[in-house]
C-alpha cells in the first residue's frame, strides 16, 4: 500500500509555535529548575527544539513505554521498556509528548510518575486530538496544536516507524483511506 503526505502544519508554524511555548515555560518557571522527561521515541524531535528556547535551567531524562493492546488503539496499560535514569524526588518535572490521542497512555505514565514524589509535574504536548479523549484525568498544561481526528506523521511521529525525521506534521493518505472517503460520499 503506497501512502501520500499532505502538510497540515508546516515547518514555520511548528518552530513559531515551539518558540511560543519555551517562551510560556520559561516564564512559568521563572527562578526554578525544569527537569524534561521525554517520552521515546515519538518525543524526541519535539524536545529537543523546546529545551532550545527555554531559557531556565534544564535537565533531561528519558523514558520508553510501550502500551499493551491490540492494533493501533492503546488499551492504558503500560510497560516501562526503558526507566529514567534519575530519582524525580523534589524536581519540577515536566512530560513532554508528541501526541495525546484516548490519553490512556499519559494518564497511567502520570500516576507513576506521582508516586516518586516530584515536587510539581506538569504535562506538554505538541499535539493534541482532544475528540479522541477516553479519560478525563490527563490535564494538559502546555499544548502546540488541536488537532482533527487523523492520523499525523512528522516531527517525531512515525507511520511504522518511518516519517519521523520529518519537519513538518502531515497527514497520511494510504490509498485505502482515500477509497474509503470516496465510498462515503
Ligand atoms: P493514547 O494512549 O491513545 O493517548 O496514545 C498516544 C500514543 O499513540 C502517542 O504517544 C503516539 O505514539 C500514538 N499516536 C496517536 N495518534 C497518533 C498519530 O496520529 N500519529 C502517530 N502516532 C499516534
Ligand atoms: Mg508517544
Given at each position: 500500500m503506497s501512502e501520500k503526505i499532505r502538510v497540515l502544519i508546516d515547518e514555520a508554524q511548528v518552530d513559531l509555535r515551539i518558540r511560543e511555548i519555551g517562551e510560556q515555560i520559561s516564564m512559568d518557571y521563572a527562578g526554578k529548575k525544569v527537569h524534561l522527561i521525554c517520552v521515546l521515541k515519538g518525543g524526541v524531535f519535539f524536545l529537543c527544539e523546546l529545551a532550545k528556547r527555554i531559557t531556565v535551567p534544564v535537565t533531561l531524562d528519558f523514558m520508553s513505554v510501550s502500551s499493551y493492546g491490540?492494533?493501533?488503539?492503546?488499551?492504558?496499560?503500560?510497560?516501562?521498556v526503558k526507566d529514567l535514569?534519575?530519582?524525580?524526588?523534589g524536581k519540577d518535572v515536566l512530560v513532554v509528548e508528541d501526541i495525546i490521542d484516548s490519553g490512556r497512555t499519559l494518564s497511567y505514565l502520570i500516576e507513576i510518575l506521582k508516586k516518586r514524589r516530584p515536587n510539581s509535574i506538569r504535562l506538554c504536548t505538541?499535539?493534541?486530538?482532544?475528540?479522541?479523549?477516553?479519560?478525563?484525568n490527563v490535564r494538559v498544561d502546555y499544548c502546540g496544536f488541536h488537532i482533527p481526528d487523523e492520523f499525523v506523521v512528522g516531527y517525531g511521529l512515525d507511520y511504522a516507524q518511518q516519517?519521523?525525521?520529518?519537519p513538518y506534521i502531515g497527514v497520511v493518505e494510504t490509498e485505502e483511506r482515500e477509497q474509503r472517503s470516496v465510498e462515503n460520499h
Open positions: 491490540a492494533g493501533t488503539s492503546s488499551s492504558g496499560v503500560v510497560k516501562i535514569d534519575e530519582s524525580l524526588e505538541l499535539l493534541d486530538k482532544p475528540e479522541r479523549r477516553v479519560v478525563d516519517y519521523r525525521n520529518l
